[in-house]
């Protein structure tokens, strides 16, 4: 029988506050700046003025201390919380939860699941000398630590995780002598082939080499312009295939489509011809499981339609590998058009005749961490879309996305959000592949540091990985003239972590929305929404 957990307020931890207080006359320079220019602006930051000025230093360093305490401890229970969080199948006999630095195990099991996809990655070999610290990412020998190995790495994780905060603040602060000060610091201890802490801060860096380099392109207003960072460029085949490696190693990407298939199925169930619309689709991996749900249907098949609404001009990946969806749902017996439209999501795209809607049809959009990008600063990008959305009347609005709040008007208290919510992400990688695999290297080199570059790095429109929370999310689409429609595939998801052989993950339901988290942490979110047909425009 499964074990029940509780979910932790992370919103009332108030962890980004100790890093806030380290620069409060910068805090209040953002403040102003951000009250001038967005008046529209609801400011999600939870913490009073009161309690960042008049609390003492002492009491600063403390939650510091407690903040890194969670990284080594992931689990999490707050008894005041009214969510509950249902463990995966794996930990049904577990008490309790704690980190290891000894990996555990699962690293054959895994790669079974891969079917041999990592054999051109085997004889990856990278010198780390010198100065030059972009992207070095190498394959050592496992080590098992010992007792006092382990208690040693506890105290220089939190040596590391103070220095990160301070090169931040630095940061923040535009203070570029004492930013690299600490980053040479931070050198000495972050590694991508060391502990799941040493890995993240390696990343997160990364990300504040990177953005230092763009000081010396900053406007008036903040943002940053024009100027090249010194760093590797990732090419979109590199993306692909980390998505992939992500996809097979992990059930982050596998819960969303699973989550939206389902609610989907269920949306579909005595109609006769379906519209699908995906939204940035770049990828076929989310269609054969729901072609092969609703071939089964006790009605019969359906007749589907997939529009894929994609903005770069590699269109001919995309369709290669659509053509063995299309002969498995022509032996399936369903009737499949799939056709693609080569714009970027705009309001203007969205409508009727560009769509080519037709009558009878139930129309379903999809967006798998999609709509994240369009959470603007003004918030008027995303609204005009979910507006547009509604106008077309569709049957089903599935929203899958990172559940973290990396969205949040101040720097600093972004950085610290973003650094403990991708802590327990490697967590879990470290859980499920060895320390030395190539297959962990190329997923948190080529996926994870790329996220967590655009977030630490950019400001204005080139920072795209603009990730909310659940509660945020539900206000954007109630306010857009949606309401939620609670999922129902708790069991599916359960089900689906069991393939994974890996105690650490979590489910649960809140709200409607559908959660999955690595012991206790919220990574990703599943919801679906109909039209509020009594809500105005």
Known sequence: MNGWLRFPMHESNNHDLAIRRFCPARVE????????????????????????????????????????DSFINMDHEDKDDDREINKSPASADHEAETFSMVNDGYGDQVSMMIEGNDHHLETMSIDFSGEDHDHHFAVVPEMVPSVEEVSHGVDQGLHLVHLLLACAEAVGCRDTKLAVSMLSQIWASATPWGDSLQRVS???ALGLKSRLSLLQNINANGTFTGGAMDVPLITREEKMEAFQLVYQTTPYISFGF????????????????????GLGMERTLQWPSLIRSLASRPEGPPR????????????????ASMKPVLHDATSLGINLEFSMISEPVTPSLLT??????????????????????YV???????????QAIKRLNPTLLTVVEQD????????????LESLHYYSAIFDSLEASLPRNSPLR?????????????????????DRIERHERAHQWRRQLGRAGFQLVGLKSLSQARMMLSVYGCDGYTLACEKGCLLLGWKGRPIMLASAWQVNNASSS
């Open 258 to 277: 699973m989550a939206a298939n389902e609610a989907i199925r269920q949306a579909a169930q005595g109609k006769d011809s379906l519209h699908i619309i």
């Open 404 to 415: 973290a709040s990396h969205n949040g008007p101040f720097f600093l208290g972004r950085f």
């Open 304 to 319: 589907i339609r997939i529009t894929c609404l994609i903005s770069n001009q590699n269109l001919s990946e995309l369709k």
């Open 352 to 373: 009727r005749e560009n769509l080519d809607l037709r009558e009878g049809e139930a129309l379903f959009v999809n967006s798998i961490m999609h709509l994240h990008k």
């Open 376 to 386: 603007k600063e003004s918030r008027g990008s995303l609204k005009a879309i979910l």
């Open 29 to 68: 320079q953002e403040q102003r700046e951000w009250e001038e220019t967005m008046n529209e602006l609801e400011l999600l930051s939870p913490y009073h003025e009161d309690a960042i000025t008049s609390t003492s230093q002492d009491l600063a360093a403390s939650e510091v201390d407690e903040f890194v």
């Open 441 to 461: 290297m190329n997923i948190e080199r080529l996926h994870f540091a790329e996220e967590i570059r655009n977030i630490v790095a950019y400001e204005g429109s």
């Open 202 to 204: 390696y990343c997160f």
